[in-house]
Nanobody, 125 residues
Framework: QVQLVESGGGLVQAGGSLRLSCAAS????????MGWFRQAPGEEREFVAA????????DYADSVKGRFTISRHNAKNTVYLQMNSLKPEDTAVYYC??????????????????WGQGTQVTVSS
């Protein structure tokens, strides 16, 4: 069993920055790839970023490349999403997800076993 708890969301003006954190419980965190997804009202949940078990492989959605950075600290069981140059279209609920015991990344929601409760990010224009 894994529990994921996101934090760091909030309201920010366009051009601003936020850093999301996802704290994970469980001993298999360090061998699990992690991902961030987002879901805007009326939209499907979409891939944002993913990181392999050791941080050696990263992947980003085209819409966030160059602005968002995913990272992880295995000793703290935490994955981060640094979001810079935020745009109103980044407004969504952001979810952390884990591929339990699977070290390689995935970009589809079906590739993830556990999900956090989500944290709201609102970017005003």
């Amino acid at each position: 069993q894994v529990q994921l708890v996101e934090s760091g969301g909030g309201l920010v003006q366009a051009g601003g920055s936020l850093r999301l954190s996802c704290a994970a419980s469980g001993r298999t965190f360090s061998s699990s790839a992690m991902g961030w997804f987002r879901q805007a009202p009326g939209e499907e949940r979409e891939f944002v970023a993913a990181i392999s078990w050791n941080g050696g492989r990263l992947d980003y959605a085209d819409s966030v490349k160059g602005r968002f950075t995913i990272s992880r600290h295995n000793a703290k069981n935490t994955v981060y999403l640094q979001m810079n140059s935020l745009k109103p279209e980044d407004t969504a609920v952001y979810y952390c997800a884990a591929r339990l015991g699977r070290p390689l990344i995935a970009t589809m929601t079906s590739g993830y076993d556990y999900w956090g409760q989500g944290t709201q990010v609102t970017v005003s224009s």
